[in-house]
């Protein structure tokens, strides 16, 4: 214990004389080589505390050598060389506080995201004073990307992992995930359009079967991405400040064709070269040019996205939508594997599209195919893309002949046994509630729903007959499916046809809903009475649904506990003696049958 304390105050020891080394060389303009020495140690030191102190040290050092211009360009070859070896020098320290992003202390990944965000900002900074235009540095960026995304494990304790070993991928730590993102990809739109840019490509280079937590960790950053600007006006807060400032139009030719330009500095020319054969900003620029030629005024000249410079895209809503967009339709076919995973990944999808994507893409037709996949799925998934196909077709004007086709389908025989119910109830109300439908699919609807209650418990049956009430209140063509009356001489025959997928050639309208009436007898006596209300003029205004949504057998047996009783029930005024009796009724004999024997008094 006491060897163990002694080299714990030797590493901090060590720490210190380093850190001071280096402040006075910084100063005095001398050699640097301690760094090296220094990055070495934080990575090799395994206690948590220690570890601590040795990333803000490194941390505090880089932020001094950056503020000296250590890492700005210059002519001189000496000075190259010096830079060089500092940029290799912050590779292995950037490295290695991305690792901590999936240490188990959690005060160590959470500085080292502060220190790494911190980083960026220092870097962008220095690198937009040698350059005529404001800079974000995009590969330092990249990287914290990359952490995020792929989650390498921490190489706390010395444990490092070279270029050919590839470290295996986990899943992002929730803590880093919601700092992250309330405090930089919501806040700031700079780091917001970088992050939605560059996530891209690295969500396309990964391979699904190697990498398979990418996808998923990129979803959970992005379902809590809930402040998307919606207007111009919402570009207002800046992580670079320097970018804050309002770009002047670009007359120079390179600027006009979409090329990198110094605005990607800090990144390889691969890396650039990568970016302008697949520019994100023509992907998208036929799409919105009818768009934008709309929301600007006569005067204002049409830009292409492409031609904008990347300070000019960071101020245009149009090119966060764009970026927006990309990364969506890339990331949707990647949420696949087995049944349950893609089943949940949907799910989480469906859940925030409608409100949290579909609003912000620059044409929410393009997610059509692939929520039209996920009907397929049934249950709750296949309720939620069904919800969405009616969003996208009645506020985004998307023709989908079949979507009361494929509604028709839920209408199964487990729909009314099953958990979600209550879910397709909801939206089926929304989806029925239009006066212009035509009285045969609605009719379908009501028949085989009321088919369905045959064989469902109670809980879904006072469900069922006010959902069906109030489509008969709200379309009075359908009142002669409870007042067609028959010849009681004929045998009845049902014209409709249960096994007809198309809910237009079922008969349902020369039928009745004879199983609703059959209902009256039910042996429950909340179904019984509810059903009773068909017998009545249909002057009682709709039922609210919400009330009989959440009904289960638990609710129906405790409001028949509850239930006040207002006259007491009939009971037989002599107190009897036995049930079963001898043959002249006169005595009873409880020694001839031992059921006799049960039920003596």
């Known amino acids: 214990m006491a060897s163990r304390k002694r080299l714990k105050s030797q590493d901090e020891e060590h720490l210190k004389q380093l850190e001071d080394r280096l402040i006075e060389s910084i100063f005095a303009n001398t050699s640097l080589n301690p760094l090296a020495d220094l990055t070495s140690l934080a990575a090799s030191l395994d206690h948590p505390r220690l570890v601590l102190k040795a990333i803000y040290a490194v941390y505090r050092v880089f932020v ?24 290799d020098r912050l590779d292995e320290y950037t490295r290695f506080l991305c690792g901590l992003l999936n240490d188990d202390e959690s005060l160590l990944r959470i500085s080292a995201l502060n220190i790494l965000m911190s980083l960026l900002k220092h870097l962008s900074t220095s ?37 050919e070993e590839e470290p295996p991928h986990g899943e992002l730590d929730a803590e880093v995930r919601d700092m992250f993102v309330t405090r930089w990809l919501n806040v700031h739109s700079d780091v917001r359009w970088f992050f939605l ?31 998307f600007p919606a207007a111009q006006s919402d ?41 302008e054969e697949d520019d994100w900003r023509k992907f998208f620029d036929d799409q919105d040019e009818s768009q934008q030629a709309k929301e600007k005024k006569p005067s204002e000249p049409s830009t292409r996205l492409r031609q904008l410079t990347v300070h000019q895209s960071l101020h245009s809503l149009a090119s966060h939508r764009a970026v927006f967009t990309r990364l969506w339709l890339r990331l949707l076919p990647r949420l696949s594997g087995d049944e349950s995973a893609a089943s949940a990944f949907s799910l989480r999808v469906l859940n925030v599209m409608h409100h949290g994507v579909m609003p912000h893409l620059t044409r929410p ?54 958990k979600h119910r209550s879910r397709f109830f909801r939206l089926a109300e929304l989806f029925l509630s239009s006066t212009h439908l035509p009285a045969t699919l609605l009719a ?59 809910p237009n050639l079922t008969n349902a309208l020369d039928s009745s809903l004879w199983e609703l009436y059959s209902h009256k007898n039910h042996y429950h006596v909340g179904v019984s009475t509810l059903a009773r209300i068909f017998e009545e003029a249909f002057t009682k205004p709709s039922y609210p649904m919400e009330d009989f949504l959440d009904h289960t057998y638990a609710t129906l047996i405790e409001g028949e506990l509850k239930r006040r009783i207002k006259k007491d029930p009939a009971v037989e005024i002599d107190e009897p003696d036995g049930i079963f009796k001898t043959r002249d009724d006169t005595q009873l004999v409880s020694e001839r049958h031992i059921v006799e024997s049960l039920w003596t008094f």
């Open 64 to 87: 001094l050598v950056i503020s000296k211009g250590y890492l700005e360009n210059s002519t001189d070859e000496q000075v190259k060389v010096v830079r060089t070896w500092l940029f």
């Open 235 to 275: 570009l207002k807060s800046w992580w670079i400040e320097e970018l804050q400032a309002k770009p002047k139009p670009s007359k120079s030719k390179k600027a006009q064709t979409g090329g990198p330009g110094p605005d990607d500095s800090g990144g390889s020319d691969n890396e650039s070269n990568a970016i």
């Open 444 to 502: 379908s609807f009501v028949k085989r729903l009321s088919r369905l209650s045959l064989t469902a418990p109670p809980s879904s049956i006072v469900i069922t007959i006010p959902f069906v009430y109030n489509i008969l209140k709200r379309h009075p063509a359908l009142m002669c499916l409870i007042h067609r009356e028959g010849e009681d001489s004929e045998p009845f025959e049902d014209p409709f046809l249960a096994d007809e997928p198309n």
């Open 127 to 163: 690198l937009s004073r040698s350059s005529p235009k404001p800079q974000f540095h995009v590969s330092h960026f990249r990287k914290v990307i990359g952490a995020l995304l792929m989650c390498p494990p921490s190489a706390r304790g010395g444990k490092n992992w070279t270029v």
């Open 197 to 227: 840019r560059d996530a891209e490509p690295i969500l396309s280079s990964r391979s699904p079967k190697t990498s398979t937590h990418v996808p998923e960790n990129l979803l959970s950053l992005l379902e809590k991405l809930d402040s």
């Open 365 to 418: 037709v393009l997610v059509m195919d692939w929520v039209g996949a996920r009907v397929d799925h049934g249950g709750v998934v296949g309720l939620l893309a069904l919800n969405t196909l009616f969003i996208l077709m009645q506020e985004y004007n998307l023709d989908y002949p079949s979507f009361y086709t494929r509604l028709y389908a839920f209408l199964d025989h487990d729909l009314l046994h099953l």
